[in-house]
T-cell receptor, first 112, second 115 residues
Framework: DAGVTQSPTHLIKTRGQQVTLRCSPKSGHDTVSWYQQALGQGPQFIFQYYEEEERQRGNFPDRFSGHQFPNYSSELNVNALLLGDSALYLC???????????FGEGSRLTVL | AQSVTQLDSQVPVFEEAPVELRCNYSSSVSVYLFWYVQYPNQGLQLLLKYLSGSTLVKGINGFEAEFNKSQTSFHLRKPSVHISDTAEYFCAVSDMNSGYSTLTFGKGTMLLVSP
């Protein structure tokens, strides 16, 4: 049983560009959450998707958007990249009514 | 809104010694509490969680934590650490209204176990 998988694992972008990160949830999970982990910090909640809709959102600007597909996989899009967007982006999945989040290994984004 | 304070950014300890990683939280509502571990270049793995019931929670790899509501703390303990426990440990909280997915994390404590 595959866990949460994320792609790409590493990528480098320049300021102003756009990036798309992808996540496949653990089998049987229908809820996907995205977190940003800056260097030396704890993860910060970006948003959560369930039934293809954004259900909850953290304190992130509209440059951060997402999507969930019918197969429960998800994408995180960031537009107009800033240097401060450099971070590890973590995807986590869970069953809707259950307590444990399963995290992927993350996508490390570097903005130059 | 909630917040989490991990009082130590780094905890050095010798192998087979006991360790305690401290976590305090603030919240205006009842909360769920979690400890996660992150090994280098990996995602987060759940060590243990407090949802309700007994305030002493046992987790994986010999870790345990005690929920203290009056002190708003959820300290993590292990009686004897191994080299392989070297990792970053994160305390997290979610309020009962938001559910389990919207966690607020502390800044983490790096546990450094040396021989």
């Amino acid at each position: 049983d595959a866990g949460v998988t994320q792609s790409p694992t590493h990528l480098i972008k320049t300021r102003g560009q756009q990036v798309t990160l992808r996540c496949s949830p653990k089998s049987g999970h229908d809820t996907v959450s995205w977190y940003q982990q800056a260097l030396g910090q704890g993860p910060q909640f970006i948003f959560q998707y369930y039934e293809e809709e954004e259900r909850q959102r953290g304190n992130f600007p509209d440059r951060f958007s997402g999507h969930q597909f019918p197969n429960y996989s998800s994408e995180l899009n960031v537009n107009a990249l800033l240097l401060g967007d450099s971070a590890l982006y973590l995807c986590a999945s869970s069953p809707r009514e259950s307590g444990e989040l399963f995290f992927g290994e993350g996508s490390r984004l570097t903005v130059l | 809104a909630q917040s989490v304070t991990q009082l130590d950014s780094q905890v050095p300890v010798f192998e087979e010694a006991p360790v305690e990683l401290r976590c305090n939280y603030s919240s205006s509502v009842s909360v769920y509490l979690f400890w996660y571990v992150q090994y280098p270049n990996q995602g987060l793995q759940l060590l243990l969680k407090y949802l309700s019931g007994s305030t002493l929670v046992k987790g994986i790899n010999g870790f345990e934590a005690e929920f203290n509501k009056s002190q708003t703390s959820f300290h993590l303990r292990k009686p004897s650490v191994h080299i392989s426990d070297t990792a970053e440990y994160f305390c997290a909280v979610s309020d009962m209204n938001s559910g389990y997915s919207t966690l607020t994390f502390g800044k983490g404590t790096m546990l450094l176990v040396s021989p």
